[in-house]
């Protein structure tokens, strides 16, 4: 069998900071796979990555609904990871890409579930969304024997204070819809001054916030906000 499937992380939003094996790849490819969270919205991970896709490459794009019943999104994993699996019996070579890291949060996990680990598969790393958000808003992760969780705000808030409460250094996902319970946390726990919210990193949507305490309440995050609390560095420095 000829055919080769490459998962591709493509960055948090930038087209230049997909690495440079990445992108050679999705040049070579027969056909690229790209997620979309809406059904007829274009997908942000083939817009980052449109400049280095070749014109011979079929691209299709796939709706992984976000809100939908595990039954139906379970369908929809059926039916791209044997869709993947018979290009590659094809002799193709096919990429699945996926925002920010392959192996973080993602869509491409639930694939990988159901395809596992072949000769034929490579997982191409990319930029994880917390590493951008840490070097855009000048805010160290952990060092030394600090201690670092990155965890989703889907949680319970049980969960996430515990968590708040464990570590050093921890990064705070899918805030969306979330930020003011997630707010009052972090206000309980003294850590507001410690916590920097970052949406649409290195996109030029791109907003900033390092004092969560004077944000609006009324305020619409988009879907990718994160939000990164260090105890060791304040967000005014
Ligand atoms: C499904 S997860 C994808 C994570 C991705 N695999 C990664 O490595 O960052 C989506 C969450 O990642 C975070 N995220 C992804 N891209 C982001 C960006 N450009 N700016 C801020 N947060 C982002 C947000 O917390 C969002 O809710």
């Known amino acids: 069998m000829d055919g080769k499937l490459y998962a591709i992380g493509v960055g948090p939003g930038a087209s230049d900071l997909i690495t440079v094996r990445g992108a050679r790849i999705i040049g070579e490819l027969d056909v690229l796979y790209a997620p979309a969270g809406k059904k007829g919205a274009p997908s942000l991970?083939?817009?980052?990555?449109?400049e280095y896709v070749s014109a011979k490459t079929e691209v299709r794009t796939y709706h992984f609904l976000m809100q939908a019943s595990a039954d139906d999104k379970a369908a929809v994993w059926d039916e791209v990871a044997q869709a993947l699996k018979d290009e590659v019996k094809n002799g193709r070579k096919v990429g699945f890409?996926?925002?920010?890291?392959?192996?973080?949060?993602?869509?491409?996990?639930?694939?990988?579930?159901?395809?596992?680990?072949?000769?034929?598969l490579e997982i191409v790393p990319g930029v994880t969304s917390f590493a951008a958000i840490a070097a855009r808003g000048v805010m160290p992760l952990a060092m030394e024997t600090q201690t670092m969780a990155v965890i989703s705000c889907t949680v319970s808030e049980d969960e996430l204070e515990q968590t708040l409460r464990s570590h050093d250094c921890v990064v705070l996902m899918k805030v969306y819809g979330r930020l003011e319970q997630v707010r009052a946390l972090l206000h309980r726990l003294n850590l507001l001054e410690h916590a920097l919210m970052m949406a649409d990193a290195t996109l030029p949507t791109e907003q900033c916030w390092r004092d969560l305490s004077q944000s609006d309440s009324e305020l619409k995050l988009p879907y990718f906000s994160t939000i990164l609390v260090n105890k060791h560095w304040n967000t005014s420095r």
């Open 45 to 50: 991970a083939h817009t980052i990555v449109q």
């Open 97 to 120: 890409i996926t925002l920010g890291d392959a192996m973080l949060f993602s869509t491409w996990v639930s694939l990988l579930e159901r395809i596992g680990r072949q000769p034929w």
